[in-house]
């Protein structure tokens, strides 16, 4: 149950490990037994971007200002950003088949989420344009085993083991699916943090950098400026 704890805080020195712009520091969790070779490709980087922004759902999220971050941190290094405008499990299914296994190397989810009992779930959107509350599972069998090498849940506690650490956050259930790796945030997160965070990682992601580097220095990024929520 240790999985619970803010590693995140670690503090040496006089300093937060994460506070080292010359060695990059994070904290990472392995689930046991699942592990897959990640291949390098010349080519630029692949993102699939859903919003999921329910009408019944409040606060709004200013998801088209998130896409226009991320394009513009990483264009210098070339992204092909597909955008899915469902926001619905159907759609998520629909295009990771379409494309094929292993096409996107990123899938990037942004919207509500929470832990509700001891069950993580997000909230997506219904057929109808209305708030569709989905497990891990639920997100598994959308991908139906076309798995990208990066799953990134940037909603509220997408990242937090429930019952003090008992139980698997979303992000490790879906590891424990089948999917390579996913990213997601422990605790609540500003809009505006969540974006700037994205826009970082994938900068870092579409220059080539390794998955862990890019994530210590999305974290000190949001560190450096002040951001509240940088932990």
Partial sequence: SLR????????????????????PF???????????????????LRLLFMACSAEDVLPLLDFESEESLILD???QH????FVEESGSLGGLNYQTTAFG???????HLTGHADVRGN?????????????????????????AGNWPQLIFLSGCKTGQAADQGNLPSLCEAL?????????????P???IAASRAAAELYEHLAAGKCLDEAIARARFHLLKYGSPFWH
């Fill in 73 to 75: 941190a990483a264009q």
């Fill in 119 to 143: 069950e993580p779930i997000f909230l997506m959107e219904n057929d109808q344009g209305f708030r569709q509350e989905v497990t891990a599972a639920d997100i598994s069998d959308a991908f």
């Fill in 4 to 23: 619970h704890l803010p590693w995140e805080l670690l503090f040496a020195d006089g300093a937060y490990l994460c506070f080292n712009a010359v060695r």
């Fill in 175 to 187: 590891v424990r699916a089948g999917a390579p790796a996913v990213l997601g945030w422990a605790l």
């Fill in 101 to 107: 296994d292993e096409h996107f190397d990123v899938f």
């Fill in 26 to 44: 994070t904290p990472a969790r392995l689930v046991e037994g699942k592990s897959r070779a990640a291949q390098t490709h010349n080519r630029p």
């Fill in 189 to 191: 997160v500003g809009d």
């Fill in 78 to 81: 070339q992204i092909e950003m």
